[in-house]
């Protein structure tokens, strides 16, 4: 499959997102075509990607002067610390605001990396290359940036749009098999979120998905990004259109917090359980149907993840993940906002409900 350029332009920066197969290489040619011409460059790798691709993306990349650094992305160093780190890097070697930074690694490392772009010296260039699937479906795109801290995840963060973002599809094959699911989470979520072919269609094609079969793989990356595409020149800073992308990810980012961000549940594990909960809750209140409750829920029992809910937490996590719930950046007063489903294409980003309400629900996961 030939190359896709998805043209972003949204009020505060236009740019183009490249995906397809082998693309790397052309690095510097591409640059040279958007006119993104800098002399320094700082690289932040995340310490998951192979050595064969660190050295690709090095070898590739023609810069007056290349400074690497190698961040260890994790949740946890998803904070303030790594922040400091990258500026004083940036400020040891003069960098100035023509200067770029270059993204190579997953969602973590690009919402780091952007959130150091945008606040050196009030943002320099920033260019995204994402190396899993989560972060070339949904992160690299939309210039949402940021980091975590005790009060839950991304709470501290900005809207930067990158430069330019490059998908190459090679970069997904070494990608272990929960990695993989992470990212069909979101594929999952944009297909609800748009309309039922788009359901229809993964539920069609589920296993050649999750065994990255060329074509397939990059069609439902495209889709997922156009879907994005559409939603964030509408609503750049999430005001209201946008809020749809938060399907499932009220309880995620919860799930996450609770758990101290532990290896036992990553972000797109906590997107499947946040999109289970999701629907369930839609169907109790009548507001999805049964009949697309059980498709959805039967898709995601075919998605095979490791560990259940009530496998994860016990009854006692209730408080904590409520007390994260209460602190997400939709909610208005004192009530929780859930992001619920009516139909494939329709979704409710306004449902306001009290902690009691979820704590019931939530204790239903354990009988
Ligand atoms: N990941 C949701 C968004 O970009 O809005």
């Given at each position: 499959?030939?190359?896709?350029?998805?043209?972003?332009?949204?009020?505060?920066?236009?740019?183009?997102?490249?995906?397809?197969?082998?693309?790397?290489?052309?690095?510097?040619?591409?640059?040279?075509?958007?006119?993104?011409?800098?002399?320094?460059?700082l690289?932040i790798i995340d310490k998951n990607v192979?050595?064969?691709?660190?050295?690709?993306?090095?070898?590739?990349?023609?810069?007056?002067?290349?400074?690497?650094y190698i961040f260890n992305a994790n949740e946890k160093n998803k904070n303030f610390k790594s922040i400091r780190t990258i500026h004083q890097i940036l400020f040891?070697?003069?960098?100035?605001?023509?200067?770029?930074i270059?993204s190579f690694g997953g969602g973590i490392t690009g919402d780091v990396a952007g959130f150091a772009s945008s606040t050196f010296?009030?943002?320099?260039?920033f260019?995204n290359?994402?190396?899993t699937?989560l972060a070339?479906?949904?992160s690299s795109?939309?210039g949402k940036t940021g980091i975590n801290n005790e009060y839950g995840k991304n709470q501290i963060g900005s809207f930067y749009?990158?430069?330019?973002?490059?998908?190459?599809?090679?970069?997904?094959?070494?990608?272990?098999?929960?990695?993989?699911?992470?990212?069909?989470?979101?594929?999952?979520?944009?297909?609800?979120?748009?309309?039922?072919?788009?359901?229809?269609?993964?539920?069609?094609?589920?296993?050649?998905?999750?065994?990255?079969?060329?074509?397939?793989?990059?069609?439902?990356?495209?889709?997922?990004?156009?879907?994005?595409?559409?939603?964030?020149?509408?609503?750049?800073?999430?005001?209201?259109?946008?809020?749809?992308?938060?399907?499932?990810h009220?309880?995620a980012h919860a799930y996450e917090a609770t758990l101290g961000y532990s290896k036992k549940l990553n972000h797109?594990?906590a997107?499947?359980?946040?999109?289970?909960?999701?629907?369930?809750?839609?169907?109790?209140?009548?507001?999805?149907?049964?009949?697309?409750?059980?498709?959805?829920?039967?898709?995601?029992?075919?998605?095979?993840?490791?560990?259940?809910?009530?496998?994860?937490?016990?009854?006692?996590?209730?408080?904590k993940?409520?007390k994260f719930?209460?602190l997400d950046k939709?909610?208005?007063?004192?009530?929780?906002?859930?992001?619920?489903?009516?139909?494939?294409?329709?979704?409710?980003?306004?449902?306001?409900?009290?902690?009691?309400?979820?704590?019931?629900?939530?204790?239903?996961?354990?009988?």
């Open positions: 499959m030939k190359r896709t350029e998805l043209k972003i332009n949204t009020k505060t920066k236009k740019y183009s997102v490249i995906v397809g197969s082998n693309i790397l290489k052309n690095f510097n040619k591409i640059c040279s075509k958007k006119k993104i011409i800098f002399e320094k460059s690289i192979p050595n064969l691709l660190k050295k690709k993306l090095i070898n590739n990349l023609k810069s007056k002067k290349k400074i690497l040891k070697n003069k960098f100035n605001r023509e200067d770029c270059i010296k009030r943002g320099l260039k260019i290359i994402p190396t699937l070339q479906v949904d795109i939309g749009q990158p430069d330019l973002v490059i998908s190459d599809t090679d970069l997904l094959c070494s990608l272990p098999y929960r990695e993989i699911i992470c990212g069909y989470a979101e594929i999952l979520k944009s297909s609800l979120i748009y309309n039922k072919k788009s359901f229809e269609y993964l539920d069609k094609n589920l296993k050649s998905i999750l065994n990255l079969k060329s074509s397939i793989i990059q069609k439902a990356i495209i889709n997922s990004c156009n879907l994005k595409k559409k939603i964030i020149i509408k609503d750049e800073k999430e005001e209201n259109l946008r809020k749809v992308l938060n399907l499932g009220t309880f797109g594990e997107v499947i359980l946040g999109i289970k909960n999701a629907i369930r809750y839609s169907m109790q209140i009548k507001l999805l149907s049964k009949k697309n409750y059980t498709l959805i829920n039967n898709h995601l029992y075919k998605i095979k993840m490791k560990h259940k809910f009530n496998q994860i937490f016990n009854v006692q996590d209730l408080n993940i409520l719930m209460k939709k909610n208005r007063s004192d009530k929780v906002n859930l992001i619920l489903i009516k139909n494939f294409g329709q979704i409710e980003t306004n449902y306001q409900t009290n902690c009691n309400n979820i704590k019931k629900f939530l204790y239903e996961e354990f009988n």
